[in-house]
């Protein structure tokens, strides 16, 4: 394993420090009022340190949400419980998943409700690497989704379809948060999301 040279870890540090600083702004002002000199700010660097590292915003903006979500999804991979059994799993994944949205609630407002950021083209690279990450998160949850099929807690049903579908139920709640449409507290966005994802809304005989 090569052993990183100094100049290589300062190197590292100091483009996550920025891409972490872009964050923040971006969280406070969006994508469009985002700006060189404010992450520059932010970040307690110098406008022209921030060119050494990013030939441009665009370039900066990308690089700070991919590796904000990546991040996301690594902490969704590390606390995933498969020591239990499948339902108690996806139960979990869902708090957690809630827990993370919380904490990076700021980054995600930006991220969910200026979209066009995010809209993929057939041949941008930019959005083919977002597209790439998100299909590696549905792949995950479909994992975990596939687990409790394979224990015939779910009927057969594809798993991946499941997964999507679960992902827009908890980011729609997030979004219905973030456009202050609720208050109560986010365990109970939660709890509504396992109980219509399990139980659907058709009212069984005798209910």
Same mark, same amino acid.
């Given at each position: 394993?090569?052993?990183?040279?100094?100049?290589?870890?300062?190197?590292?540090y100091r483009?996550?420090?920025l891409?972490?600083?872009?964050?923040?702004v971006?969280?406070?002002?969006?994508f469009?009022g985002?700006?060189i000199?404010?992450?520059?700010e932010?970040?307690?660097?110098?406008k022209?340190?921030?060119y050494?590292?990013?030939?441009?915003k665009?370039?900066?903006?990308?690089a700070?949400?991919?590796?904000?979500?990546?991040?996301?999804?690594?902490e969704?991979r590390?606390?995933?419980?498969?020591d239990?059994p499948?339902?108690?799993?996806?139960?979990?994944?869902?708090?957690?998943?809630?827990?993370?949205?919380?904490?990076?609630?700021?980054?995600?407002?930006?991220?969910f409700?200026?979209?066009?950021?995010?809209?993929?083209?057939?041949?941008?690279?930019r959005?083919?690497?977002?597209?790439?990450?998100?299909?590696?998160?549905?792949?995950?949850?479909?994992t975990?989704?596939?687990?409790a099929?394979?224990a015939h807690?779910?009927?057969?049903?594809?798993?991946?379809?499941?997964?999507y579908?679960?992902t =827009?139920?908890?980011t729609?709640? #997030?979004?219905?948060? %973030?456009? !202050?449409? $609720?208050? &109560?507290?986010?365990? =109970?966005d939660?709890?509504?999301? #396992?109980d219509?994802? %399990?139980? !659907?809304? $058709?009212? &069984?005989?005798?209910?």
């Open positions: 394993m090569a052993v990183m040279t100094k100049e290589a870890v300062l190197k590292e483009i996550r420090e891409m972490e600083a872009a964050r923040r971006i969280g406070r002002h969006g469009e985002t700006t000199d404010r992450v520059a932010e970040a307690h660097v110098a022209g340190t921030i050494l590292y990013f030939s441009n665009e370039d900066l903006l990308h700070a949400v991919f590796e904000g979500l990546r991040s996301m999804i690594d969704t590390r606390s995933d419980r498969t239990l499948p339902l108690e799993r996806l139960r979990a994944f869902v708090k957690g998943q809630f827990e993370i949205q919380s904490s990076n609630q700021d980054f995600l407002k930006a991220f409700l200026e979209s066009k950021f995010v809209t993929f083209e057939p041949g941008d690279e959005g083919e690497a977002l597209r790439s990450l998100y299909t590696e998160h549905l792949d995950f949850v479909a975990i989704l596939d687990s099929v394979r807690l779910f009927r057969s049903i594809d798993p991946q379809f499941c997964a579908m679960l =827009e139920m908890m729609g709640c #997030l979004r219905r948060r %973030l456009l !202050g449409l $609720v208050e &109560t507290p986010i365990r =109970e939660a709890e509504l999301v #396992l219509l994802f %399990l139980r !659907g809304t $058709v009212a &069984t005989h005798g209910a």
